[in-house]
């Protein structure tokens, strides 16, 4: 008589990623919520008369991450400052990039190298660095996570081959 053998059960294993998953992922929003929370809290510090590449409606990116504002920006061939209506300031909500774009009427010199003086915060303080850093560990667990699913699939291609292969010709059962 031969036994038959059962198939391997993963269902515990397929429950365990998912949940890991979803703890992840939470983990890592609860952190980056609070960094983003502690953002004003955080010191100043200003960047005086940054020359910038060309200024159009296209925008340009200042040096500095986490801008807090633009103080003033002016010519950099002549001492005009530009008033605040002829240019905007947009910050990437992820990367903290402050984009400068010009929007201001044809008076004011468009396409020309632009001197700005503007505070960003300090994300060198450990409220914001603590949460940023563990933020980023978790975010790296997307990267392990399609390995272990590669992993877990040749797995269950193994553990089948072996079930299906790996009890030939054996006999089990009592002789009479």
């Known amino acids: 008589m031969q036994k038959r053998n059962t198939a391997v059960d993963l269902t515990d294993l397929a ?38 590449t060309v200024v159009n409606e296209t925008g340009v990116q200042l040096a500095n991450t986490w801008v807090e504002g633009v103080t003033y920006c002016g ?20 990367s903290g990039v402050g984009t ?27 409220q914001w660095d603590l949460p940023n850093n563990a933020a980023l560990g978790l975010a790296e667990y997307g990267n392990w996570f ?10 269950l291609i193994l553990s089948l081959i072996f079930l299906a292969f790996g009890n030939r010709g054996q006999e089990v059962g009592v002789s009479y």
């Open 75 to 94: 010519n950099t061939t002549t001492t005009d400052l530009f008033p605040v209506a002829n240019y905007s300031l947009s910050v990437d909500s992820v």
């Open 146 to 155: 399609d390995i272990i699913v590669i992993v877990g699939i040749a797995g």
């Open 100 to 126: 400068l774009t010009y929007t201001g009427v044809a008076t004011y010199p468009n396409n020309s190298l632009w001197n700005c003086t503007y505070t960003t915060y300090n994300i060198s303080e450990p």
């Open 15 to 52: 429950l365990g990623i998912t949940i890991l998953g979803i703890t992840v992922v939470i983990g890592a929003r609860l952190l980056i919520t609070y960094r983003d929370n502690r953002l004003t809290d955080l010191s100043t510090s200003t960047t005086y008369n940054e020359t910038t």
